[in-house]
């Protein structure tokens, strides 16, 4: 009942900014396809990908300035529908600024959010073309994940000041600070642990590069240190995570925070869960996949939680 006086009588910023949120997590786990499947130079040229507007399906279709050797259909066409989901973002942010023009007086944190939010997905466009021109630099495609979490984050911060004169609940002083300070370590923690894990990455990818005849299942063996270090810095994730959990559990934080305790408990579970298969089954590239967008899921949903947690009326 809670979520639902929330989320009833949106206006057509919140409705286009709730969309553009979920079309920007689309994006994100595309993202990771087009890394995990290496379909990151699918397309070896930007804007246009092999010089044309739309790609074409077989290599015999190549403008004559192309290798044929350079074409695969699959890692082509995994870029392209990368590339036409994120114009689809770019879109969907700038309408969900034109539409905050209605909040600049009365809640002017709407309009800038949503201003730099468009500022954001242009950098991120540029940022793009960057990557594909650099051939994939490891450090770019890492400032590359981090901006696509800021833009979703700073997203969720906008859709929240426009649904905040609605949400009403309480939560004890202590309890509160508590809470305040597990989801900061959260956050703070998580966003850690994906920018370790995307050097885990980088560095399997100097393993196959290294390595080109190695079987898949022993890329790991070759990481080095980095690896050891992700692992077992996601252990204090957990830690925090169930004492957030805990402090929700004992001050009955209502439906808002235990919703969002619940899903935050099975998204690192379902995490650590994702990256064991990566370890003993092999690297499949569908568990890389997960791996990088439930990522960005276990930083969005404690910044949520965060918000609320402030925005609530201490007793």
């Not at 809470?179 to 196959?208: D, S, Y």
């Not at 235990?258 to 579970?269: D, H, I, Y």
Request: glycine share 8%; aromatic share 12%; charged share 10%.
């Amino acid at each position: 009942m809670a979520w639902r006086n929330i989320l009833s009588r949106m206006n057509s910023y919140q409705k286009t900014a709730v969309i553009t949120v979920c079309v920007t997590f689309l994006l994100i786990f595309i993202g990771g396809l087009v890394r995990a499947t290496g379909a990151g130079l699918g397309c070896p040229d930007w804007p246009t990908c092999f010089g044309l507007w739309i790609p074409p399906l077989s290599a015999a279709d190549l403008p004559a300035a192309y290798d044929a050797e350079q074409f695969n259909v699959i890692k082509t066409w995994t870029e392209y529908v990368n590339r036409l989901v994120g114009v689809v973002v770019g879109l969907l942010i700038l309408i969900t600024f034109l539409l905050s023009f209605r909040y600049i007086r009365n809640v002017p944190s709407v309009f800038f959010g949503s201003a730099a939010a468009l500022v954001l997905v242009l950098f991120q466009g540029w940022l793009g073309g960057q990557v594909v021109l650099g051939e994939l630099q490891g450090w770019m495609i890492t400032i590359h994940m981090i901006t696509a979490i800021v833009i979703l984050n700073v997203l969720i911060w906008t859709i929240f000041r426009s649904f905040r004169e609605r949400i009403r609940f309480t939560l004890g002083s202590g309890i509160r600070r508590k809470m305040v300070v597990a989801l900061l370590l959260i956050i703070v923690v998580t966003v850690i642990q994906v920018i370790f894990g995307t050097q885990v990455r980088e560095a399997l990818e100097a393993v196959k590069a290294a390595y080109p005849a190695l079987d898949r299942s022993e890329w790991i063996d070759r990481v080095g240190q980095i690896d050891q270090i992700h692992r077992s810095f996601s252990w204090l994730v957990v830690v925090f995570v169930i004492y957030f959990h805990y402090l929700v559990r004992k001050s009955d934080g209502g439906p808002y925070l235990s919703t969002m305790a619940g899903l935050l408990t099975t998204a690192v579970l379902l995490q650590i869960a994702v990256g064991a298969g990566l370890v003993y089954l092999g690297m499949p590239p569908a568990f890389q996949v997960f791996h990088l967008w439930i990522g960005a899921f276990t930083v969005s949903v404690p910044f949520l939680a965060l918000l609320f947690v402030s925005e609530s009326h201490p007793i």
